[in-house]
Every structure is written in C-alpha cells, then in structure tokens.
C-alpha cells in the first residue's frame, strides 16, 4: 500500500497562489495514476486534476482548467498542484490519491492522503 502524505495547504486571499505536494512511499512510484480531490464540509469528494505514471497526461477538471496545474518528479516521489487565481469556491480539503488506473470519483482501490486545507478568502 502506497503511503501519501501532503503538504502546503493554509490560508490566502482571492486571486493568490498555493503549491500542494504529495510525497509517497514505495518504489514503483512512477507506475500509479496521481491524482487531488478536494472536499468540502457535507458535500462529495470531488475530482481536481490527474496525472499518468509518466507525466505525459494530465485531466482537470472544468472548475480548475487554466487556473491548476499538476505535475509530478518521480525522481523524488512526489506530486503537485499548483493553484494560481484562487478563488473563494477553491476553499476545501485537498486530498492526494494514487492508483494504477484512472478515477475521477473517489474510490477505495488506491491510497488516500490526510488532506490539507486550503482556505481562499475573499
């Protein structure tokens, strides 16, 4: 089982910039799909952005096109997601997540991070 542990959530006003990192343990790193969900209090963990094994491919979703980007060193077992143009409705729990195939809709099959909280204020 594949251990994450993220980083760099905290507060920051409309239209500023943050950087998650997700640091994983194992060493077939470069074999899993990467991905961040994010949650907010009595709603659904939802989809944020996705990443292949090798970084070729990214997914996003529609909320964080063009504003997120993700990005990974398999060097250094590690993912991110930078988050520029912040805006109030980004505001949730952050959680990183890794599987060997694809998910858009949080699932049990790979391994959950903690979370870390990031908080845009307006």
């Known amino acids: 089982q594949v251990q994450l542990v993220e980083s760099g959530g905290g507060l920051v006003q409309a239209g500023g910039s943050l950087r998650l990192s997700c640091a994983a343990s194992g060493r077939t790193f470069s074999s899993y799909f990467m991905e961040w969900f994010r949650q907010v209090p009595g709603k659904e963990r939802e989809f944020v952005a996705a990443i292949s094994g090798s970084g070729v491919y990214t997914y996003y979703a529609d909320s964080v096109k063009g504003r997120f980007t993700i990005s990974r060193d398999n060097a250094k077992n590690t993912v991110y997601l930078q988050m520029n143009t912040l805006k109030p409705e980004d505001t949730a729990a952050y959680y990183c997540?890794?599987?060997?195939?694809?998910?858009?809709?949080?699932?049990?099959?790979?391994?959950w991070g903690q979370g870390t909280q990031v908080t845009v204020s307006s």
């Open positions: 997540y890794s599987a060997l195939f694809l998910n858009k809709t949080p699932s049990n099959f790979g391994s």
